[in-house]
Protein backbone atom coordinates (compact mmCIF):
# COMPACT_ATOMS: atom_id res chain seq x y z
CA UNK A 1 0.00 0.00 0.00
CA UNK A 2 1.40 3.45 -0.90
CA UNK A 3 1.85 5.67 2.15
CA UNK A 4 2.25 9.17 0.44
CA UNK A 5 0.90 9.34 -3.85
CA UNK A 6 0.79 12.06 -6.00
CA UNK A 7 -0.82 12.20 -9.18
CA UNK A 8 -0.01 12.14 -12.11
CA UNK A 9 4.03 11.54 -11.98
CA UNK A 10 4.94 13.27 -15.21
CA UNK A 11 2.81 16.39 -16.32
CA UNK A 12 3.76 18.09 -19.36
CA UNK A 13 2.07 21.18 -20.73
CA UNK A 14 2.21 24.60 -22.13
CA UNK A 15 2.66 27.97 -21.04
CA UNK A 16 -0.25 30.02 -19.44
CA UNK A 17 -2.10 26.71 -18.40
CA UNK A 18 -3.60 26.17 -15.46
CA UNK A 19 -2.59 22.83 -13.75
CA UNK A 20 -3.27 20.56 -10.19
CA UNK A 21 -1.49 18.04 -8.77
CA UNK A 22 -3.32 15.61 -6.37
CA UNK A 23 -1.55 14.39 -2.84
CA UNK A 24 -2.82 11.56 -0.65
CA UNK A 25 -1.67 10.11 2.71
CA UNK A 26 -3.04 6.92 3.89
CA UNK A 27 -0.82 6.96 6.80
CA UNK A 28 -3.37 9.07 9.44
CA UNK A 29 -1.02 12.12 9.85
CA UNK A 30 -1.80 15.73 10.81
CA UNK A 31 0.79 17.80 8.64
CA UNK A 32 1.23 17.49 4.62
CA UNK A 33 3.95 19.65 2.81
CA UNK A 34 4.79 20.31 -0.83
CA UNK A 35 8.31 20.82 -2.01
CA UNK A 36 10.05 22.03 -4.97
CA UNK A 37 12.74 20.59 -6.49
CA UNK A 38 14.39 21.99 -9.41
CA UNK A 39 16.30 21.24 -12.09
CA UNK A 40 19.69 21.39 -9.89
CA UNK A 41 18.02 19.08 -7.12
CA UNK A 42 17.82 21.55 -4.26
CA UNK A 43 14.82 20.97 -2.66
CA UNK A 44 12.84 23.73 -0.86
CA UNK A 45 9.59 23.44 0.99
CA UNK A 46 6.52 25.40 -0.63
CA UNK A 47 3.53 25.23 2.03
CA UNK A 48 2.74 23.07 4.87
CA UNK A 49 -0.81 22.34 5.89
CA UNK A 50 -1.64 21.04 9.65
CA UNK A 51 -5.66 19.84 10.02
CA UNK A 52 -6.25 21.63 6.88
CA UNK A 53 -4.83 24.64 8.27
CA UNK A 54 -1.70 26.47 6.17
CA UNK A 55 0.94 27.05 8.75
CA UNK A 56 3.75 27.07 6.31
CA UNK A 57 3.74 29.54 3.46
CA UNK A 58 7.41 30.22 1.95
CA UNK A 59 7.69 32.85 -0.69
CA UNK A 60 5.81 31.43 -3.64
CA UNK A 61 4.49 33.00 -6.74
CA UNK A 62 0.52 33.51 -5.98
CA UNK A 63 -0.07 31.46 -8.57
CA UNK A 64 0.68 28.68 -6.57
CA UNK A 65 -2.27 28.05 -4.22
CA UNK A 66 -2.56 24.77 -1.74
CA UNK A 67 -5.71 23.53 -0.71
CA UNK A 68 -6.34 20.69 1.94
CA UNK A 69 -10.41 19.58 1.53
CA UNK A 70 -9.64 16.83 4.33
CA UNK A 71 -6.19 16.41 5.87
CA UNK A 72 -5.51 13.31 4.20
CA UNK A 73 -5.24 15.61 0.69
CA UNK A 74 -3.45 18.40 -0.07
CA UNK A 75 -3.45 19.81 -3.72
CA UNK A 76 -1.39 21.83 -5.54
CA UNK A 77 -3.04 24.13 -7.73
CA UNK A 78 -0.56 26.24 -10.42
CA UNK A 79 -2.17 28.52 -12.35
CA UNK A 80 -0.61 30.46 -15.67
CA UNK A 81 2.17 28.38 -15.76
CA UNK A 82 5.77 29.46 -16.34
CA UNK A 83 8.91 28.18 -17.80
CA UNK A 84 10.57 28.23 -14.20
CA UNK A 85 7.93 26.30 -12.62
CA UNK A 86 9.36 23.18 -14.61
CA UNK A 87 10.63 20.88 -11.32
CA UNK A 88 9.96 17.75 -9.46
CA UNK A 89 7.07 18.38 -6.80
CA UNK A 90 6.84 16.67 -4.04
CA UNK A 91 4.66 15.42 -1.15
CA UNK A 92 4.83 14.89 2.05
CA UNK A 93 3.46 14.38 5.11
CA UNK A 94 4.33 13.59 9.36
CA UNK A 95 2.22 12.89 12.35
CA UNK A 96 1.94 16.77 13.37
CA UNK A 97 3.95 20.04 12.55
CA UNK A 98 5.79 19.80 15.84
CA UNK A 99 9.58 20.00 15.36
CA UNK A 100 10.23 16.20 16.64
CA UNK A 101 13.20 13.73 15.85
CA UNK A 102 10.27 11.24 15.56
CA UNK A 103 8.36 13.52 13.45
CA UNK A 104 9.40 11.90 10.36
CA UNK A 105 8.10 12.88 6.98
CA UNK A 106 6.74 10.33 4.38
CA UNK A 107 7.90 11.83 0.83
CA UNK A 108 5.64 10.84 -2.28
CA UNK A 109 6.97 10.06 -5.55
CA UNK A 110 7.26 13.19 -6.80
CA UNK A 111 5.50 14.92 -10.10
CA UNK A 112 7.18 16.09 -12.61
CA UNK A 113 6.17 18.78 -14.13
CA UNK A 114 7.57 19.99 -17.66
CA UNK A 115 5.87 23.32 -18.81
CA UNK A 116 6.69 24.05 -22.57
CA UNK B 1 18.03 32.12 8.93
CA UNK B 2 19.44 28.56 8.87
CA UNK B 3 21.41 27.26 6.20
CA UNK B 4 23.02 24.23 5.27
CA UNK B 5 25.72 22.67 3.44
CA UNK B 6 26.98 20.06 1.65
CA UNK B 7 30.09 21.34 -0.32
CA UNK B 8 30.73 17.95 -2.21
CA UNK B 9 28.40 18.17 -5.59
CA UNK B 10 29.58 14.54 -6.52
CA UNK B 11 31.83 11.59 -5.17
CA UNK B 12 32.43 8.24 -6.37
CA UNK B 13 34.22 5.18 -4.75
CA UNK B 14 34.20 1.79 -4.89
CA UNK B 15 31.92 -0.91 -4.33
CA UNK B 16 33.01 -2.12 -0.59
CA UNK B 17 34.81 1.14 0.40
CA UNK B 18 33.81 3.48 3.17
CA UNK B 19 32.81 7.03 1.76
CA UNK B 20 32.05 9.99 4.36
CA UNK B 21 29.53 13.31 3.00
CA UNK B 22 29.90 16.71 4.43
CA UNK B 23 27.32 18.32 6.04
CA UNK B 24 27.92 21.61 7.88
CA UNK B 25 25.15 24.16 9.05
CA UNK B 26 24.21 27.56 10.86
CA UNK B 27 21.79 27.98 13.40
CA UNK B 28 21.98 29.88 16.63
CA UNK B 29 19.28 27.15 17.86
CA UNK B 30 20.43 25.05 20.59
CA UNK B 31 17.74 22.83 19.68
CA UNK B 32 17.29 20.74 16.70
CA UNK B 33 17.44 17.71 14.61
CA UNK B 34 19.43 16.56 11.79
CA UNK B 35 18.56 14.15 9.25
CA UNK B 36 20.61 12.56 5.84
CA UNK B 37 17.64 11.44 3.61
CA UNK B 38 18.32 9.59 -0.16
CA UNK B 39 17.38 10.13 -3.26
CA UNK B 40 17.89 7.37 -5.62
CA UNK B 41 17.27 7.70 -9.21
CA UNK B 42 13.60 5.76 -8.62
CA UNK B 43 13.55 9.74 -7.12
CA UNK B 44 11.85 8.56 -3.97
CA UNK B 45 12.98 10.49 -0.75
CA UNK B 46 14.32 8.34 2.26
CA UNK B 47 15.29 8.90 5.59
CA UNK B 48 18.40 7.30 6.36
CA UNK B 49 19.61 8.52 9.43
CA UNK B 50 18.63 11.15 11.90
CA UNK B 51 19.92 12.27 15.36
CA UNK B 52 18.85 14.80 17.92
CA UNK B 53 21.34 17.87 18.24
CA UNK B 54 20.99 17.48 22.39
CA UNK B 55 22.50 13.61 22.25
CA UNK B 56 26.37 13.53 22.30
CA UNK B 57 26.33 9.94 21.11
CA UNK B 58 26.47 9.42 17.01
CA UNK B 59 23.37 7.66 15.28
CA UNK B 60 24.23 4.39 13.54
CA UNK B 61 21.62 2.84 11.38
CA UNK B 62 23.64 -0.64 9.73
CA UNK B 63 26.19 0.46 7.69
CA UNK B 64 25.29 4.55 7.92
CA UNK B 65 26.78 6.21 10.56
CA UNK B 66 27.44 9.92 11.65
CA UNK B 67 29.76 11.99 12.92
CA UNK B 68 28.15 15.24 15.26
CA UNK B 69 30.12 17.75 16.03
CA UNK B 70 27.98 20.24 17.55
CA UNK B 71 30.55 23.20 18.43
CA UNK B 72 31.56 22.69 14.57
CA UNK B 73 28.16 22.70 13.57
CA UNK B 74 28.84 19.83 11.64
CA UNK B 75 27.06 16.31 10.57
CA UNK B 76 28.70 14.07 8.42
CA UNK B 77 27.66 10.81 7.34
CA UNK B 78 29.53 7.93 6.70
CA UNK B 79 28.53 4.96 4.44
CA UNK B 80 30.67 1.84 5.29
CA UNK B 81 30.92 -1.43 2.93
CA UNK B 82 29.73 0.87 0.26
CA UNK B 83 27.12 -1.01 -2.43
CA UNK B 84 26.06 -0.52 -5.93
CA UNK B 85 22.19 -0.07 -4.16
CA UNK B 86 23.64 3.23 -2.08
CA UNK B 87 23.96 5.35 -5.85
CA UNK B 88 22.01 8.24 -4.77
CA UNK B 89 21.32 11.73 -4.04
CA UNK B 90 21.77 12.48 -0.30
CA UNK B 91 21.00 15.79 1.33
CA UNK B 92 21.65 16.82 4.72
CA UNK B 93 18.70 18.21 6.25
CA UNK B 94 18.46 20.43 9.46
CA UNK B 95 14.79 20.56 11.41
CA UNK B 96 13.64 23.27 13.96
CA UNK B 97 10.51 24.69 13.07
CA UNK B 98 10.68 23.60 9.71
CA UNK B 99 12.79 21.29 7.29
CA UNK B 100 15.94 23.34 5.62
CA UNK B 101 17.60 20.60 2.78
CA UNK B 102 21.32 21.21 1.88
CA UNK B 103 21.99 20.91 -1.83
CA UNK B 104 22.88 17.48 -2.37
CA UNK B 105 25.96 15.43 -2.96
CA UNK B 106 25.58 13.03 -5.69
CA UNK B 107 27.06 9.52 -4.93
CA UNK B 108 28.10 7.24 -7.34
CA UNK B 109 29.50 3.63 -6.24
CA UNK B 110 31.41 1.81 -9.03
CA UNK B 111 31.99 -2.16 -9.25
Known amino acids: DTAVSQTPKYLVTQMGNDKSIKCEQNLGHDTMYWYKQDSKKFLKIMFS???????INETVPNRFSPKSPDKAHLNLHINSLELGDSAVYFC???????????????FGPGTRLTVL | AQTVTQSQPEMSVQEAETVTLSCTYDTSESNYYLFWYKQPPSRQMILVIRQEAYKQQNATENRFSVNFQKAAKSFSLKISDSQLGDTAMYFC????????FGKGTRLHILP
Open chain 1, 49 to 55: YNNKELI
Open chain 1, 92 to 106: ASSQDRLADIYNEQF
Open chain 2, 93 to 100: AFLRDKII
